[in-house]
């Protein structure tokens, strides 16, 4: 079963706005991790945070945890045309099976 | 240049015919795994391998096999595709003791 479900399934914005997508998880984990895909491509790692963790930042992603309610949060700052992908968090609770990963979000940036 | 490599990228077959799709990776990964991602369902985790001769079962192994008998290589065997198979498919790698997984460009399969 998915340990990982975002939300919203699809978000449409205009270039310059910000772009936020929930991810929400069933068990304890070591760390999340949210990932791109460009149509029809391989997924790119974008950012991990630790279950140790409350905030994140690389560039214009920020990542928040919080693991009472089992719940993180990817937020892409002055959004461009080309971070239209999509987008999907994946959780590792330390075991060799690895990554998890939700249904994700598909984000449409209109320049 | 630091990959993972998959093998056909595109795949049309008819039900029934034994196939390969092939997976390489030359960074020294220990750890690899199969993905298929189906529309509204994400990636389900097929099989993985933590090293060489050590593979098990992911969320979803109806239907495939792997081996790992070298280190870079994890092939997914189908030995008698069905039209449910039809898929996109990811292969994987990561290091030991670090977090990041590395993707193919994925092989998309239609089973006719």
């Known amino acids: 079963s998915q340990q990982g479900e975002e939300d919203p399934q699809a978000l449409s914005i205009q270039e310059g706005e910000n772009a936020t997508m929930n991810c929400s998880y069933k068990?304890?984990?070591?760390?999340l991790q949210w990932y791109r895909q460009n149509s029809g491509r391989g997924l790119v790692h974008l950012i991990l945070?630790?279950?140790?963790?409350r905030e994140k930042h690389s560039g214009r992603l920020r990542v928040t945890l919080d693991t009472s309610k089992k719940s993180s949060s990817l937020l892409i700052t002055a959004s461009r045309a080309a971070d239209t992908a999509s987008y999907f968090c994946?959780?590792?609770?330390?075991?060799?099976?690895?990554?998890?990963f939700g249904s994700g979000t598909q984000l449409t940036v209109l320049p | 240049e630091a990959q993972v490599t998959q093998n056909p990228r595109y795949l049309i077959t008819v039900t029934g015919k034994k196939l390969t799709v092939t997976c390489s990776q030359n960074?020294?990964?220990?750890?690899m795994s199969w993905y298929r991602q189906d529309p509204g369902l994400g990636l389900r985790q097929i099989y993985y391998?933590?090293?060489?001769?050590?593979?098990d079962k992911g969320d979803v192994p109806e239907g495939y096999k792997v081996s790992r008998k070298e280190k870079r290589n994890f092939p997914l065997i189908l030995e008698s595709p069905s039209p449910n198979q039809t898929s996109l498919y990811f292969c994987?790698?990561?290091?030991?003791?670090?977090?990041?997984?590395?993707f193919g460009p994925g092989t998309r399969l239609t089973v006719l």
């Open positions: 945070i630790r279950s140790n963790e």
């Open positions: 391998s933590m090293n060489v001769e050590v593979t």
């Open positions: 994946a959780t590792d609770v330390g075991s060799a099976r690895q990554l998890t």
């Open positions: 994987a790698s990561r290091k030991a003791g670090t977090d990041t997984q590395y």
């Open positions: 960074m020294n990964h220990e750890y």
């Open positions: 068990t304890s984990i070591n760390n």
